[in-house]
């Protein structure tokens, strides 16, 4: 989520590891490539403070990571943002495979890219 417009992105990943953290912190290294430090605020899974994900800060110092305080969920925003998914995307909805899902929600938040002032209301 980017804080200063309030939009929402999503990537798809097969599993939620540390590999997979990886290639989200590549694609966001590529699209931020301009801004000197990227700041990513995350939660306390444990693939979020692995030692290959220490290794690769290491590596790409403009990648900083804050984490979230432990059940704060009305801290992180992206919170707000599921909870939207799921109320106008997902809720009472049966897909029939997981593309199918994987494009209702990406549909979802390319809707709402310029439109989202949930979390601007709260910086």
């Not at 804080?3 to 699209?31: M, N």
């Not at 909870?83 to 390319?110: N, P, W």
């Amino acid at each position: 989520m980017n804080p200063q417009t309030g939009d929402a992105f999503v990537q798809r990943i097969k599993k939620g590891d540390s590999v997979s953290f990886i290639g989200i912190l590549e694609w966001l290294h590529g699209l931020y490539h301009s801004y000197d430090t990227i700041l990513v605020y995350v939660d306390n899974a444990k693939w979020h403070k692995s030692k290959i994900i220490q290794l690769y800060q290491s590596l790409r110092p403009r990648i900083v990571l804050e984490y979230i305080p432990r059940y704060s969920p009305d801290l992180n925003p992206v919170e707000w943002e599921w909870h939207e998914l799921r109320r106008v995307t997902t809720h009472t909805k049966r897909f029939q495979s997981s593309d199918e899902c994987f494009q209702a929600v990406s549909e979802h938040f390319k809707s709402r890219i310029g439109k989202n002032t949930m979390y601007r209301q709260h910086i």
